[in-house]
């Protein structure tokens, strides 16, 4: 077992072994952000699905209303006219074949692809490097379109990818510890209501098996997931 240290057995003190509201919840994952840089603030959520069947998978998109907290690079992979689109657009990274090759031979300097459906043939081939990384062009993902423009913005202003892992959990960064508790809800409602709105069609039984939320260097706090539901927006801020 790693060692737990002295910082996190003090934090996990604070936590109690029950649902927190989530207002409550995220206040308290603000007080144990106590790491030496910005922690992010995380959500785990496990889900009652099995993504080896196809029709239990869970892939998609998060607007997150107040953004990540991060700047996003974005690069894209395209051909023409929309090479200079992208530009435009304000795409960090913009290339053809030759950005290709050049993220073959290692090139990752960005948290973000897109690439348009006519180039998808031969960003097939980058697949293995990039799918680990979460990198790879999806039209789930909102990655591959010819609405660059759109994408890029979307992007830069906060959209996230993600999916079910093969346990069925959800992983999501949905802010950073700087952001107020009211922000932080705003963004946390949006990302529960879109896993609500994508449960995928093979879902059976009870969908919400547990959400916590976290700081990356802190302890995990248990939402309540109904009253998380139960919010309204207007409450939520």
């Known amino acids: 077992m790693p060692k737990i240290s002295r910082r996190l057995q003090g934090l996990q003190a604070k936590v109690e072994a029950k649902d927190y509201h989530p207002l409550e919840a995220l206040a308290l994952l603000k007080e144990t952000a106590t790491a030496k840089f910005t922690e992010a603030a995380e959500a785990h959520v496990r889900l009652g699905i099995d993504p080896k069947y196809t029709d239990q998978q869970l892939r998609t998109t998060v607007a997150l209303p107040k953004g990540t907290g991060q700047i996003v690079r974005v690069a894209v992979i395209a051909r023409g006219e929309k090479v200079n689109e992208a530009s435009n657009a ?11 090759d050049e993220i073959q031979k290692g090139r990752m300097d960005f948290d973000k692809l897109i690439a ?6 031969q960003v097939a081939k980058l697949g293995k490097l990039l799918g680990p990384r979460g990198l790879m062009p999806s039209p789930k993902g909102g990655t591959v379109t010819f609405d660059l423009g759109s994408a890029i913005a ?12 093969r346990t069925g959990i959800v992983h999501v960064m949905f802010g950073k510890t700087t952001f107020s508790p009211e922000d932080l809800l705003v963004n946390l409602k949006a990302l529960q209501e879109t896993i609500d709105r994508n449960r995928p069609s093979g879902a059976k039984g009870r969908y919400w098996r547990t959400f916590y939320v976290s700081a990356t260097m802190g302890p995990s706090i248990k939402i309540d997931v109904t009253a998380l539901r139960d919010l309204k927006l207007s409450e939520a801020g």
């Not at 960090?92 to 074949?97: A, H, K, R, Y």
């Not at 979307?154 to 892992?165: H, M, N, P, Q, T």
């Open 154 to 165: 979307e992007f830069k202003a906060g959209k996230l990818e993600f999916r079910a892992d």
């Open 116 to 121: 348009t459906p006519d180039v998808m043939p």
């Open 90 to 100: 304000g795409a960090d990274i913009v290339g053809s074949e030759e950005l290709i």
